[in-house]
């Protein structure tokens, strides 16, 4: 299904931290010493855009959702990975996780923003009339004003590597 233009800036901050997730599956085993390049690229990200993407969501899209019972399991499925990735994120500002902990946020947030993309979002567009999808569109406009729209840049140890 073709994405609704309303939810497009969800849908681009969505491919911006899977192409982090691809970057980290193709360098993993990621070597010690370059932990802390790839800490501080997470630290960036999350602080950019992560953080008021995933407030957004639970400010906008998540109370427009949850009145239809059928999207309320998978609106609990999606609080919670967003409560383990926020851990997660943390963990890794402050430069406590491991090359596997660093795999492991790669899938889980590869996941979770299948699941967005795949059930959350498709459901709302089904669901939603046009009129109520733009206004939708608009608060959510609105929650990532101060958000980028552009992907960082990896640096030299954090950038795609061919996969082995």
């Known amino acids: 299904m073709l994405r ?3 939810l497009i800036p969800l849908s681009h901050q969505h491919q911006h931290a899977l192409a982090l997730c691809v970057r980290i599956e193709r360098a993993s085993p990621i070597p010690s010493s370059d932990l802390p390049s790839w ?5 960036e990200l999350f ?8 407030a957004a969501e639970e400010r906008v899209l998540f109370p427009v959702a949850i009145e239809f019972n059928e999207l309320c399991p998978l ?26 902990d660093l795999s492991a946020l790669a899938q889980r947030l590869s996941a979770h923003i299948r699941k ?5 979002f498709e459901g709302l ?13 608009h608060k ?3 929650a990532l004003k ?14 795609l590597r061919t996969k082995k």
Not at 146 to 159: A, F, G, I, M, Y
């Open 4 to 6: 609704d233009k309303s």
């Open 39 to 43: 800490q501080h690229e997470i630290r």
């Open 47 to 54: 602080q950019s855009e992560i953080a008021a993407h995933f």
């Open 75 to 100: 609106l609990e499925e999606l609080r919670r990975d967003h409560e383990w990735l926020r851990e997660q994120f943390s963990r890794s500002a402050s430069k406590a996780v491991s090359a596997d």
């Open 116 to 120: 967005e993309e795949r059930q959350l």
């Open 125 to 137: 567009q089904e669901k939603l009339s046009r009129e109520e999808l733009f206004i939708t569109g």
């Open 140 to 142: 959510l406009e609105a």
């Open 146 to 159: 101060d958000t980028s729209q552009v992907c960082l840049r990896p640096n030299e140890v954090t950038k």
